[in-house]
């Protein structure tokens, strides 16, 4: 992607995450694009389109992007929602990335923004449980979102050995960066003995081992490499973006130990920037579940198939280890408003790309992020590297 | 936030779709009289199930119905504790994905079994309970003993 018509991103602002239900959808996502205006020095009259990624089928509005991009002072703009599941913020990244590397707006933002906790948690869990077949595996078996992960845990454990104090180990670095991160939907660090005395959700899966229904929003505003150069001293280049899929039947998956879309979507995305993976400094992955970030460990080359328990057991993917990973609570502590996950990951690499990331700073030793934003069960990703 | 704030709710919408089955009604006549179909191909061979009318492999639309033996292990499972709110009559219901002798695979409950009994590679075998049965369900899987052979056989 290095070449001509680089893109970067010239402005990031992200909400608080957590129970919002002080604020209307169009207010949270204020929040967002306000601070990513000041941030970049740029006001809506600059921007040429606005990708909102939102994945919520719950909302008062038909048509909430525009509810939202009225409010922010953008009507008027070429306006899209993406929709990818829990990957739809990253959807929207790839949609104004698009824009500006073809040539269509020299200015994009694409906009996370989801409220999830006004719906009532069995009517939610009832909701996103059918993010697999519906008929296949919905109506007739009530999966739910959980029970998908959990079989690549169970299957996992068994064939790699991998312990559920591996899986709680994961918890409890995450909450311990969520911990430092005031904007954080959970601000307390926990201990091995919260998650194992915490109730089962989907054996093996405990209430630990799983993030939080969220609300939140994040921004980022996006810029052709001819206007950043006008911008700001300190761009941070979008060097690739990676994009895959899967199945919607889980019962099509050749086995449950990795996801075959972000070992794909991985590949694509190291080749576009012509990097290792040992390349990386720092990593914010999608750790939905426990589980979800040790394999995420192993698809993104992280370390060996089967080897990811080991990684969060020896500390490696601590702040300062081999590699760095969710430094900013991950989706565990931090939240996860399905639409504004993979936003927010970009907003928090960029702020470790220049530095900003105070207690939490990374060592950059070679000035590349990558994010990597699962929708579903591996059912969508999107890998995004980004450079300093 | 005051309290009668917070109980402001928007108007409610509820809706159900039909569910469109008219082209794979074979499989779900099949589930009334006892008998699990996968669809197979014509041209390609591809053996599915779920059950597909067109093939995503060569998009040719031509399928034959073969008959599942019923005979699996199991290849990954959980147990659902925190049920959705349409099966919250349910008791936790422990769910298995199976590899079928055939080669597919099959997403079902398990009953029959403790949790503690489940265990990967553990044989299983289909068993059809009807369409229309709400709960338990259309087809569900068991665990495969020595005793039932026999009664099988």
């Given amino acids: 992607m290095i070449g001509l018509n680089r893109v970067a991103v010239v402005g990031v602002g992200h909400s608080k995450f957590g129970d919002r239900r002080d604020v209307s959808l169009a207010e949270l996502g204020f929040e967002a694009t306000r601070p990513a205006f000041e941030d970049a020095g740029l006001t809506p009259k600059d921007v040429g389109f606005l990708s909102v990624g939102m994945a919520g089928t719950w909302y008062d509005d038909f048509l909430p992007a525009v509810v939202v991009s009225e409010y922010s002072g953008m009507a008027g703009k070429g306006l899209m929602r993406c929709e990818a599941a829990c990957a739809s913020g990253s959807a929207a990244f790839a949609a104004a990335y698009s824009m500006i590397k073809s040539g269509q707006v020299d200015v994009a933002m694409a906009l996370g923004v989801e409220k999830m906790i006004g719906v009532d948690p069995p009517t939610m869990t009832e909701v996103i449980g059918r993010a697999g077949n519906y008929l296949w595996e919905f109506h007739n078996f009530g999966m739910i979102f959980a029970g998908y992960y959990a079989f690549y845990a169970t299957q996992h454990m068994k064939k790699f050995g991998t312990t559920e104090k591996q899986l709680a180990q994961v918890a409890v670095k995450n909450h311990k960066y969520g911990s430092m991160n005031p904007k954080a939907h959970f601000q307390k660090p926990i201990v091995i003995e919260d998650v194992f005395s915490s109730r089962v959700v989907a054996w093996p899966l405990k209430v630990y081992d799983c993030c939080p229904i969220s609300d939140g929003a994040a921004a980022v505003i996006l810029a052709s490499e001819k206007l950043t150069k006008s911008l700001t001293d300190s761009p941070v280049w979008v060097e690739a973006i990676g994009i895959s899929s899967d199945t919607s039947n889980s019962t099509q998956r050749s086995d449950f130990v990795g996801l075959s879309a972000t070992v794909s979507a991985a590949k694509t995305a190291y080749t576009m920037a012509n990097l290792a993976p040992s390349r990386i400094d720092v990593a914010n992955v999608h750790d939905c579940f426990t589980i979800a970030e040790i394999l995420a460990y192993e698809d993104l080359g992280f370390c060996k198939k089967g080897e990811g328990g080991q990684m969060i057991q020896d500390g490696q993917t601590e702040l300062g280890g081999k590699i760095s990973v969710n430094l900013d609570g991950g989706l565990k502590a931090k939240g996860h408003p399905l639409g504004a996950t993979g936003v927010s990951m970009i907003v928090g690499l960029t702020r470790q790309l220049r530095k900003e990331a105070d207690k939490c700073q990374a060592p950059i030793r070679n000035g590349r992020a990558l994010a990597h934003n699962v929708g579903g069960t591996g059912h969508y990703c999107y890998v995004t590297i980004l450079g300093s | ?153």
């Fill in chain 2, 1 to 153: 936030m005051t309290v009668s704030e917070s109980k402001r709710k928007a108007k409610p919408i509820v809706f159900a779709q039909e569910i469109s089955t008219r082209k794979l009604s074979k499989f779900w006549d099949g589930v009334d009289k006892g008998k699990v179909y996968a669809s197979k191909c014509s041209k390609c061979g591809r053996l599915s199930f779920p059950p597909t009318c067109d093939c995503p492999l060569c998009l040719q639309s031509e399928i034959k119905w073969v008959e599942l033996e019923g005979k699996g292990v199991v290849e990954t499972f959980t147990k659902i504790m925190v049920r959705p709110a349409s099966f919250s009559n349910c008791e936790p219901y422990v769910v298995v994905v199976a590899r079928m002798n055939e080669g597919v695979k099959i997403l079902a409950w398990l009953t029959g079994a403790e949790l503690s009994d489940v265990k990967l590679g553990a044989e299983v075998r289909l068993v059809t309970k009807g369409s229309q049965n709400d709960p338990p369900y259309s087809f569900i899987l068991c665990p495969s003993n020595e005793q039932e052979h026999h009664a099988a056989s």
